[in-house]
């Protein structure tokens, strides 16, 4: 199994980017997906999550308003678009995938079973 993003980058205060985690060697249409991100000397932290069918999402409050988790299990992706950046979104953000099916979404990292390598987004102010 194998989660790789992409959309990362550098970006001035405000401006925009949008993150895609494509997952590869199982298909995850049944089971929550969520973004995570970690920035230099700090914990990862939760960022989004959004339910196996798309009809549920749950936001950290420092995003909630200006990220939005979206994703098309036809292809396998899960999506964050970024709006209204700031610097301290700047970190590494990593996509992960759950592997059971549950009633909830899950913000912490104990719950997720699979990891992306994770993408660099730099916000300058």
Same mark, same amino acid.
């Given at each position: 199994?194998?989660?790789?993003?992409?959309? /990362?980058?550098?970006?001035?205060? /405000?401006?925009?980017?949008?993150?895609? @985690?494509?997952?590869?060697?199982?298909? =995850?249409?049944? $089971?929550?997906?969520?973004?995570? &991100?970690?920035?230099?000397?700090? %914990?990862? %932290?939760?960022?989004?999550?959004?339910? +196996? !069918?798309?009809? +549920?999402? #749950?936001?950290?409050?420092?995003?909630?308003?200006? =990220?939005?988790?979206? &994703?098309? $299990?036809?292809? $396998? *992706?899960? #999506?964050?678009?970024? $709006?209204?950046?700031?610097? %301290?979104?700047?970190?590494? #953000?990593? @996509?992960? /995938?759950?592997?059971?099916?549950?009633? *909830?979404?899950? +913000? !912490? *990292?104990?719950? #997720?079973?699979?990891?992306?390598?994770?993408?660099?987004? *730099?916000? +300058? !102010?």
């Amino acid at each position: 199994v194998q989660l790789v993003e992409s959309g /990362g980058g550098l970006v001035q205060a /405000g401006g925009s980017l949008r993150l895609s @985690c494509v997952a590869s060697g199982r298909t =995850f249409s049944s $089971n929550a997906m969520g973004w995570f &991100r970690q920035a230099p000397g700090k %914990e990862r %932290e939760f960022v989004a999550v959004i339910s +196996s !069918s798309g009809g +549920s999402t #749950y936001y950290a409050d420092s995003v909630k308003g200006r =990220f939005t988790i979206s &994703r098309d $299990n036809a292809k $396998n *992706t899960v #999506y964050l678009q970024m $709006n209204s950046l700031k610097p %301290e979104d700047t970190a590494v #953000y990593f @996509c992960a /995938g759950e592997r059971g099916r549950w009633a *909830t979404l899950h +913000s !912490s *990292t104990w719950d #997720y079973d699979y990891w992306g390598q994770g993408t660099q987004v *730099t916000v +300058s !102010s």
